[in-house]
């Protein structure tokens, strides 16, 4: 075996999370969402022997949703990020193909918020495709507008096509994992490491303690300004 990679796949609900996860498995290991509404919050973990290598994906559906409070997700992604300890050996962030939309932007946003700068050296886009046609890649960039080419650019240009209606063409998931493997080669072997997402998260947790504590103190100096009135 060439080794094993850990893979999780992020990106906003009816992206194609979970087909493509079943894609590249090459079997229904993930309930994937007929309807936008987020078919299920908890992350879910498969592994799978494809081209000679141990491939576990984690499936984080639902998560980069921003009707979902912070906490929620920060402890569902830590979770995940536990699913596939020590850490991801890639973070595939998956885009629709199509208009790049603003829901998709602000799931992007999240992505970036919860894993952090770090993560992009380790992040991949991968662009479904739920139809046959054939997609002119080259074109699709090139239409691709700003804040999509802003992302391509973090990502060092680094990306996959899955077309999940053809789940039985297994050319498109080894040219998947051969990128994912010449990323790897990139990040000398190392992967995303559970330690950057920790501090992360103790950052976001440390940030809310802030507000917290600025709110009260707020609090307390307008009840004290109401008593004084009141006494005087």
Same mark, same amino acid.
Request: charged share 30%; hydrophobic share 35%; glycine share 6%.
């Given at each position: 075996? +060439? $080794? /094993? ?8 609900? &009816?992206? &194609? *999370?979970?087909?493509? $996860?079943? =894609?590249?498995? &090459?079997? !229904? ?13 908890? %992350? %879910? ?8 290598? +141990? @491939?576990?994906?984690? /499936? =984080?559906?639902?998560?980069f949703d921003t009707s979902l409070p912070k906490h929620t997700i920060k402890r569902?992604?830590?979770? %995940? ?5 020590? &850490? ?9 193909? $199509?208009?790049?939309? +603003? ?18 050296? #380790? ?11 054939? @997609? !002119? ?14 992302i391509l650019r973090k990502v060092n240009n680094r990306h996959s096509v899955l077309?999940?209606?053809?789940? !039985? ?19 000398? $072997?190392?992967?995303?490491?559970? #330690?950057?997402?920790?501090? @992360? @998260? ?17 609090? *307390? ?5 109401? /008593?004084?009135? !009141?006494?005087?």
């Amino acid at each position: 075996a +060439n $080794g /094993d990679f850990r893979l999780v796949l992020v990106g906003k609900t &009816g992206s &194609g *999370k979970s087909s493509s $996860g079943n =894609t590249i498995l &090459g079997r !229904d290991a993930f309930s994937a969402a007929v309807s936008q509404s987020s078919v299920t919050r908890q %992350c %879910c973990k498969a592994s799978g022997e494809l081209f000679d290598r +141990n @491939v576990t994906i984690v /499936d =984080t559906p639902g998560l980069f949703d921003t009707s979902l409070p912070k906490h929620t997700i920060k402890r569902e992604i830590s979770k %995940c990020i536990n699913m596939s300890a020590p &850490g991801p050996h890639a973070i595939l962030l998956v885009i629709k193909v $199509g208009p790049f939309t +603003n829901e998709e932007q602000d799931a992007v946003k999240q992505v970036e918020e919860i894993f952090g700068e770090d993560a992009w050296k #380790y992040t991949m886009i991968l662009f479904t495709q739920e139809d046959e046609t054939k @997609v !002119d890649m080259e074109t699709q960039l090139q239409e691709a507008g700003p804040e999509l080419e802003k992302i391509l650019r973090k990502v060092n240009n680094r990306h996959s096509v899955l077309n999940n209606r053809r789940a !039985d063409d297994r050319s498109q998931v080894l040219e998947l994992l051969e990128k994912v493997d010449k990323m790897v080669a990139e990040n000398e $072997g190392k992967h995303y490491s559970n #330690y950057t997402f920790l501090q @992360v @998260v103790e950052m976001l947790e440390k940030r809310e303690l802030e507000l917290k504590v600025f709110y009260e103190k707020e609090l *307390k100096e307008k009840v004290k300004k109401i /008593d004084l009135k !009141d006494k005087n």
